[in-house]
């Protein structure tokens, strides 16, 4: 009877440790999930797939060996307008040692408004247009630009809401390779 007693009492013991673990538990595998989403350095780049103005579908993974500079901008933002000429320059100047801007407009007009912007500046190196998925893959963008530079094995080396200059661009790209 004493052996009953003693194996019940364990029973409920583990059962009220678990009542009282299984949340945490649960809740610990929920966090460890969004952390893995979370866009930071050091995680992977999310992949995508997007349409460029030709209408042909771009993935992120097709620059995979190079050197990225994913900028999100748009038409109408002005720090978005100032560092355009600098891309164009990284892009010349760069594109023979692995790198490329790949740029990604969040206009909500589309390529109506695109396409002429593209077009006026010159822009020498691939754009496609956004939408509301790959914000979301990227953390929801609060401003623009965001860029991110991501290395030649697809992980996020450095984020960056809103402008830097175009010399702290140069060490960074630098940095990785880029030269």
């Not at 649960?26 to 780049?45: C, E, F, K, W, Y």
């Not at 560092?83 to 760069?94: G, L, M, T, V």
């Amino acid at each position: 009877m004493r052996k009953r007693a003693m194996a019940a009492i364990a029973l409920g013991g583990l059962l009220a440790i678990g009542w009282w673990a299984w949340p945490k538990l649960l809740h610990t595998a929920a966090q460890a999930i969004l952390d893995s989403r979370v866009i930071r350095p050091g995680n992977m780049a999310p992949e995508f797939t997007l349409l460029n103005a030709q209408g042909t579908r771009i993935h992120l993974s097709d620059y995979r060996g190079q050197i990225v500079l994913l900028n999100f901008w748009a038409t109408w933002c002005v720090p978005c307008k100032a560092e355009i000429p600098w891309f164009i320059d990284f892009q010349e100047q760069r594109r023979a040692h692995g790198f490329t801007v790949l740029g990604v407009s969040m206009d909500e007009d589309g390529w109506k408004v695109v396409t002429p912007y593209m077009a006026e500046q010159k822009m020498n190196y691939p754009v496609v247009l956004g939408d509301e998925k790959v914000n979301q893959l990227y953390g929801g963008i609060v401003s623009l630009p965001t860029s991110l530079l991501i290395d030649r094995k697809g992980r996020i080396v450095q984020i960056h809401n809103g402008l830097i200059s175009k010399a702290e661009w140069l060490r960074e790209i630098d940095a990785l390779g880029g030269t």
